[in-house]
């Protein structure tokens, strides 16, 4: 029996040498078309997120859901034989959105109703909701100019348009996103009884798309309830409004701030074979709102970062650094993830070298966006043309991901997976931000991108490369 065994273990370690050496003599070209042969034809990312989806559904921080995607995706980790999975302890926010929401308002012929959702933080209404005159302006900014003669007893529909000719979706969203967060605490300043903000997406259609908002340091007493409008419903009362600027707007909410909860951040962990204190990190936010599934934001981004730990454990990559996937939890409305991580990290002194974060949508990716220095950027640059035959080669310097943004130093290199995101805002934040949504295709395509940047970075480093070459070779 103890022939057998050792005969058993010596072929073991004999395939594992062959694997390696196989692997070591393979181009980086020939590493990284495995991984998308992989991912297009044993993916997982798919069929894990028809599990967040369509079993478990929304995930707003606090709530039941989030907790049951907490325990899912920390046992599908551990089925992937990672070295480590843990959970990372983390206080978020409890915001409930209650009854559905309701709201109309009346012109001379006609009740008028409209499709409204409270934005996350929001109070309710009082009893039997609010009733009152509107007044419509463009931006919170414009509050200032009308003075509280013209605002107090009223409810403000801010009523800023998406910037079309914008070719960046997310420019675009940005530009309008600060009406939706402030707008209800700017305007209580000047006594308003409420707000209605246009949702911020590029489409006409009947989704209102929430979001967070905040109410600063305003006193509670002041604190005025804040709802999105659909597109279509934000045309609807801004023409009505041209006619008649007496139409009185009546919505009801019913929401509620609770206590802080704990919840947790989910974290799967492969170590470095010969750098185990040097940490390369991918992630994506395990939190969603409550209104779809969240299956673009960010369930694609969940499930895409596991499966970048098991194509490179299928590909037969045995990382340098110690690979780890973080799922934070709380990116919506707070970051307390994100924040929490790179807290523990710091108190850990643990030399984080670079993070990736995909928090785009699971559509067709098209590159990455970097957070570095010149030097760095110019580095990883001479990847680009590995990515070219996948059609996949924006490489800029930008943005990263709000969960690995804590992180950030002078040492540490931050990117984004950047997908096409024309029709992401279609869905962002709405009811219809639903599996049904999400091609597998596409979504495969982004774990496998993400993937092979990982294994560049784990191979090279972020300070070792010098050219395209070099790289090759």
Not at 106 to 129: F, Q, R, W
Not at 226 to 233: G, K, P, Q, R, V
Not at 433 to 447: I, Q, S, W, Y
Request: hydrophobic fraction near 35%; proline fraction near 3%; charged fraction near 25%.
């Amino acid at each position: 029996m103890n022939n057998y065994l050792k005969t058993i273990s010596r072929i073991a370690l004999l395939i594992c040498f062959c694997l390696s050496f196989s692997l070591k003599a393979q181009s980086d070209e020939d590493v990284l078309k495995n991984i998308y042969k992989q991912s297009l034809t044993n993916g997982k990312s798919y069929e894990w997120l028809d599990y967040l989806s369509n079993k478990i559904g929304g995930r707003l921080s606090g709530s039941t859901n989030a907790e049951l995607a907490v325990q899912y995706t920390k046992a599908e980790l551990e089925k992937l034989g990672l070295d480590k999975v843990w959970l990372q302890p983390v206080m978020v926010p409890k915001w409930v959105r209650g009854e559905q929401e309701m709201a109309y308002f009346k012109t001379s012929n006609d009740l008028n109703k409209v499709n409204i959702c409270a934005l996350g933080g929001s109070v309710a209404t009082p009893e039997g909701g609010v009733k009152a005159k509107v007044i419509e302006v463009n931006s919170y900014q414009d509050l200032e100019k009308l003075g509280e003669e013209n605002i107090k007893g009223k409810i403000v529909f801010i009523n800023r348009s998406w910037e079309q000719e914008l070719v960046n979706t997310f420019q675009a969203y940005g530009g309008c996103a600060a009406e939706r967060y402030a707008g209800a605490a700017e305007a209580a300043k000047y006594g308003a009884v409420g707000t209605i903000v246009r949702s911020l997406s590029s489409r006409l259609d009947d989704y209102p798309h929430t979001g967070s908002m905040g109410y600063g340091d305003l006193p509670v007493e002041q604190r005025i309830p804040s709802a999105a409008i659909s597109t279509n419903d934000a045309v609807k009362l801004s023409e009505a409004l041209k006619k008649d600027k007496d139409i009185e707007f009546h919505f009801e909410m019913s929401c509620q701030q609770f206590d802080d909860v704990m919840s947790y951040n989910v974290i799967g962990e492969i170590t470095g074979s010969e750098f185990p204190n040097e940490y390369i990190i991918v992630g994506g936010h395990l939190d969603s709102w409550d209104l779809g599934d969240g299956a673009h934001d960010d369930g694609a981004g969940v499930v895409q970062s596991m499966d970048v730990l098991r194509l490179m454990k299928e590909s037969g990559i045995t990382p340098k650094r110690s690979i780890r996937v973080v799922l934070f939890m709380n990116e919506e409305n707070g970051l307390r993830g994100g924040r929490k991580y790179a807290e523990v990290a710091k108190e850990k002194n643990e030399k984080h070298i670079f993070a990736l974060e995909s928090d785009a949508g699971g559509f067709t990716p098209r590159g990455f966006s970097f957070d570095c220095n010149d030097l760095m950027f110019s580095k990883i640059e001479a990847w680009r043309p590995l990515f070219k035959p996948y059609l996949i080669h924006y490489f800029e310097k930008g943005g990263s991901g709000a969960d690995i943004g804590p992180l950030k130093n002078d040492d540490i290199v931050l990117a984004g997976l950047r997908p096409d995101s024309q029709r992401y805002f279609d869905h962002h934040h709405a009811a219809n931000d639903t599996f049904e949504h999400v091609n597998k295709r596409e979504l495969e395509l982004g774990a496998a991108t993400m993937t092979a940047l990982m294994f560049l970075v784990d191979k090279y480093g972020t300070e070792t490369i010098t050219n395209t070459k070099e790289i090759k070779d």
